[in-house]
């Protein structure tokens, strides 16, 4: 039985005749034990669909269960089963970190000692924080915090809301080890996040944007999928190189990623050291003497941008 089942799933918000469609028919499943992720950016209906999953909303048209329980008609149940991390702080910011965890395991029926065999990964790290206040706790120790809480009942799967968003790298990366370690204990994680990089740490992900799917299969799937070459361009002056490529005669797509430009060619027939020796000598005459440019291999990122101008298209 697939841990959770979503079918054509619609939610709209907004008074008729001015409503704005938050989720457009989605569709999908996610296996026990399974690490999925729904990749997009902010506005894409990621947190709608999140709430939805958890019974904090109700769709207006559409199934999905949980566990085999719908997320309508057997919520009551359905609770007890699921945890989940909002992406907004949410927990009791003048109680301290003890304070916090021992409520949440109240609210469930249990208690921290006799579930901490769950936390203590996590919470052995908060440890020597226990009597500060939650509202004084770094973001990193925030997010911790609120995993903490979520976990405490023992839940059959987790649903985490953007839960690396406004933390810095290192607490980033931490975070997904700390799911990882979970996940090895067979625990299903439903996550969401607007960084394209944390891709790769899913067994599968879902690519949404403006409230549709638009792809979902593993991290090496979608980039494999990328239909033509990708090339990395390297300038001095970014920008003004950036609106010659687009110019370019032959250009399908250019934008900025990092310190390079990425572009593809309309010509997906053609082999990748033709294009960087015609972009080369095309940036030369247009007044860029020593140009970069060398064949890339597509990120997460970069399929995620091919998909949503294709919609556009």
Not at 53 to 61: A, F, G, I, Q, W
Not at 112 to 138: C, G
Not at 199 to 219: E, F, K
């Amino acid at each position: 039985m697939s841990a959770v089942l979503v079918d054509a799933l619609v939610k709209r918000f907004g008074a008729e005749g001015r409503e704005i469609t938050a989720l457009k028919s989605v569709t999908f499943s996610v296996e026990a034990g399974e690490l999925f992720g729904f990749i997009g950016p902010d506005g894409a209906g990621k947190t709608t669909l999140f709430r939805i999953l958890v019974t904090l909303l109700t769709p207006d048209s559409g199934r999905a269960s949980v566990r085999g329980l719908d997320v309508v008609r057997d919520y009551r149940t359905l609770r007890a089963h699921v945890g989940y991390m909002a992406g907004r702080f949410s927990l009791y910011p003048d109680l301290s970190v003890e304070e916090n965890l021992r409520f949440f395991a109240s609210v469930f029926g249990t208690t921290v000692e006799r579930e901490y065999a769950q936390i203590a990964p996590i919470y052995d790290q908060l440890a020597p924080f226990k009597d500060r206040r939650a509202a004084a706790l770094s973001g990193g120790m925030k997010q911790k915090l609120a995993l903490c809480c979520a976990l405490v009942h023992r839940p059959d799967i987790l649903f985490l809301d953007e839960p690396t968003t406004g933390v810095d790298a290192v607490s980033r990366r931490e975070f997904w080890e700390l799911l990882g370690r979970l996940k090895e204990t067979g625990l299903t994680i439903v996550v969401s996040t607007p960084y394209m990089d944390e891709a790769i740490r899913c067994d599968r992900v879902a690519l949404i944007h403006g409230g549709s799917l638009l792809a979902i299969d593993t991290p090496a799937a979608i980039t494999g999928a990328f239909d033509r070459p990708l090339l990395g361009v390297g300038v001095t002056d970014r920008y003004k190189a950036l609106l010659a490529l687009r110019r370019y005669e032959h250009a399908n797509s250019a934008y900025p990623f990092g310190e390079l430009i990425h572009y593809t060619d309309k010509r997906t027939d053609a082999p990748a050291d033709r294009l960087v020796s015609d972009l080369r000598t095309y940036l030369r005459a247009e007044g860029f003497p020593d140009p970069m440019v060398e064949p890339l291999a597509p990120t997460v990122e970069d399929a995620f941008i091919a998909r949503t101008s294709e919609v556009r298209a």
